[in-house]
């Protein structure tokens, strides 16, 4: 038989919106999406998912984990990296679907690729071309994920 959760029944919206108790809603997948920020400058690192385990997980540990879509597992952000994100703060949202991670990183960087941010490109306003072509916002990569990574497969699904 399965523990129970720790997590507040969703009783009514009155309880979920300006209750004390925490009730997250994980969508039909499991899956409650979460952003990302530096801590000290606010800055967006990355959007990733949790289940009921990596959230528990990332309370317990203060440190964060997600669930991995592509590789369809639990991931502890950091672990084959050494890129470790230590969380300050959790927030979440007035319906309780969506939480917000303040966090410190070890080694200064949160995407796969290299750059310190996961949002290091943008999309500029009015594009006359087509298709929309995208400027890159970080100019130079944090770390060499080959080195970090040897020559795994990305596991980015397209």
Same mark, same amino acid.
């Given at each position: 038989?399965?523990?129970?959760?720790?997590f507040a029944?969703?009783?009514?919206?009155?309880?979920?919106?300006?209750?004390?108790?925490?009730?997250?809603?994980?969508?039909?997948?499991?899956?409650?999406?979460?952003?990302?920020?530096?801590?000290?400058?606010?800055?967006?690192?990355?959007?990733g998912v949790?289940?009921?385990?990596?959230? $528990?997980?990332?309370?317990? *540990?203060?440190? %964060?984990?997600?669930?991995s879509r592509? /590789?369809? @597992?639990?991931?502890? #952000?950091?672990?084959?990296?050494?890129?470790?994100?230590?969380?300050?703060?959790?927030?979440?949202?007035?319906?309780?679907?969506?939480?917000? $991670?303040?966090?410190?990183? *070890?080694?200064? %960087?949160?995407?796969?690729?290299?750059? /310190?941010? @996961?949002?290091?490109? #943008?999309?500029?306003?009015?594009?006359?071309?087509?298709?929309?072509?995208?400027?890159?916002?970080?100019?130079?990569?944090?770390?060499?994920?080959?080195?970090?990574?040897?020559?795994?497969?990305?596991?980015?699904?397209?």
């Amino acid at each position: 038989m399965a523990a129970p959760s720790p997590f507040a029944q969703r009783l009514s919206v009155e309880q979920v919106e300006e209750g004390s108790a925490f009730a997250p809603k994980f969508g039909p997948d499991g899956l409650i999406p979460v952003v990302t920020t530096d801590a000290d400058t606010g800055e967006v690192l990355m959007m990733g998912v949790m289940n009921e385990e990596a959230l $528990l997980k990332t309370i317990e *540990t203060a440190e %964060a984990h997600y669930w991995s879509r592509s /590789r369809n @597992c639990l991931w502890h #952000k950091g672990a084959t990296s050494g890129l470790i994100q230590r969380v300050v703060e959790i927030r979440v949202d007035d319906d309780q679907d969506a939480i917000w $991670l303040r966090v410190t990183v *070890t080694g200064g %960087a949160s995407c796969h690729v290299g750059y /310190r941010s @996961c949002f290091y490109r #943008k999309v500029p306003p009015k594009p006359l071309e087509r298709p929309v072509p995208l400027a890159f916002t970080e100019a130079e990569k944090v770390f060499d994920p080959k080195q970090v990574y040897g020559d795994a497969p990305n596991p980015t699904k397209l």
